[in-house]
Antibody, heavy 117, light 118 residues
Framework: EVHLVESGGGLVKPGGSLRLSCAASGFTFSSYSMNWVRQAPGKGLEWVSSISSSTSYIYYADSVKGRFTISRDTAKNSLYLQLNSLRAEDTAVYYC??????????WGQGTLVTVSS | QSALTQPPSASGSPGQSVTISCTGT?????????VSWYQQHPGKAPKLMIY???KRPSGVPDRFSGSKSGNTASLTVSGLQAEDEADYYCSSYTGSNSYVLFGDNYVVFGGGTKLTVL
């Protein structure tokens, strides 16, 4: 069974940094692209970033480009998102999602990031 | 403002059918058959309901169906049940994994539709 578990969220001050992790199990992690999607409180889904299985292709939403960095560690079956220069508008639940190349077919339960002074 | 346009709300009585639209452009919905739909109950993670416009993942009831015409995709829920009450989001890829046509926005979502079962 596919299982994705995010961690690393918390309260951080504006301008601060945070590193999110997503532990994957139940599938061959190295064969799939992975994504981060976020959802601000009471708002809709917003795609954040994607990384291909080989890490050859990495994409970011305009809203986070230059501030967030996606990475993965195949040996640890883990996906990461480094969040720098955080702003109040980055407050959201961050989900990791497996990419089947045509849809985001499995999602984790999410981790909450709150940016506030 | 979301890249894809959905009505903010939809409703129907148990047993009825309801259709939710999702309008994009030729750069996303109209350009690729990579439209997907997600169901999200309050406080829960999104769940994939439809992929590649009209395909259902294993375990999704056949009451859920999808279609596309031009730049507009649609999700139809037939035989509405109480448990169908949730938020629904459409999504589209804007290119293949190795090539994104416009900028870096690989995946775009609609703003979401709150489905109420009356």
């Amino acid at each position: 069974e596919v299982h994705l578990v995010e961690s690393g969220g918390g309260l951080v001050k504006p301008g601060g940094s945070l590193r999110l992790s997503c532990a994957a199990s139940g599938f061959t992690f190295s064969s799939y692209s992975m994504n981060w999607v976020r959802q601000a409180p009471g708002k809709g889904l917003e795609w954040v970033s994607s990384i291909s299985s080989s890490t050859s292709y990495i994409y970011y939403a305009d809203s986070v480009k230059g501030r967030f960095t996606i990475s993965r560690d195949t040996a640890k079956n883990s996906l990461y998102l480094q969040l720098n220069s955080l702003r109040a508008e980055d407050t959201a639940v961050y989900y990791c999602a497996r990419d089947s190349d045509t849809a985001l077919d499995y999602w984790g339960q999410g981790t909450l990031v709150t940016v506030s002074s | 403002q979301s890249a894809l346009t959905q009505p903010p709300s939809a409703s129907g009585s148990p047993g009825q059918s309801v259709t939710i639209s999702c309008t994009g452009t030729s750069s996303d919905v109209g350009g690729y058959n990579y439209v997907s739909w997600y169901q999200q109950h309050p406080g829960k993670a999104p769940k994939l309901m439809i992929y590649e416009v009209s395909k259902r993942p294993s375990g999704v009831p056949d009451r859920f169906s999808g279609s596309k015409s031009g730049n507009t995709a649609s999700l139809t829920v037939s035989g509405l049940q109480a448990e169908d009450e949730a938020d629904y989001y459409c999504s589209s890829y804007t290119g293949s994994n190795s090539y994104v046509l416009f900028g870096d926005n690989y995946v775009v979502f609609g703003g979401g539709t709150k489905l109420t079962v009356l």
